[in-house]
């Protein structure tokens, strides 16, 4: 899970490589909170234990911080895939899997179950909220496609099994935002809104 780093002991010597890897860390968790505009730069910079304008001698604007949160996040899940595609070519799956792609797709709904990856969730929402801005758009526009093209050449998978894996996907980090187990309309949370409606109703 993406967590604030710690702050370094100031008689510790840390590069600016290092700085920077845990200010994007850091980002990660603030701006899945707060989004783009929502996040104080110089919350960030606390939480890694610099000044603020430290964070901008390495990420020249907020919106640059921002997309390298973002483009972690891309990483990560990239990263899921490929070693659910690597667990199944072992023989490793954690579940009985018919072939890789359903192994991506169940480490996917695992990692989203997990209370403890949720920033990872709400950093990919908060993407697509900060959308209105053109910069964002376009790279996260690139980097959706890059990983539904690391899918597919991880899966071997035709574009109509990636499209209806991409669209299970996007429900499930809808139903995992909002706090349910699925989008349908069967689903016991819509139908105990269909019943408090109904009797709210007949109440009137």
Known sequence: MPT???P??????VSAAERRDALVRAA??????GGLTGTPVDRIARAV?????YVFSLFPT??????AAV???FEHTAKLFERAAAEYDAGRSPRDVADKLEAMA???????????DRAWLMIQHQAFAACYDNEVRARVRDLFADLILRAQLLSGADAERIDEFLRYGMSLNVAAAIGVEALSV?????????NATTAGRRDA
């Open 4 to 6: 604030p780093a710690t």
């Open 8 to 13: 370094e002991p100031s008689r510790q010597r």
């Open 28 to 33: 990660v968790y603030e701006f899945a909170q």
């Open 49 to 53: 234990g610099v000044a603020q304008p």
């Open 62 to 67: 907020k919106r640059d911080l921002f997309l």
């Open 71 to 73: 483009e972690r996040s």
């Open 106 to 116: 169940w480490a996917y709904h695992e990692m989203l179950e997990n209370e403890g």
């Open 186 to 194: 069967d689903s016991d949370w819509i139908a105990a809104r269909r």
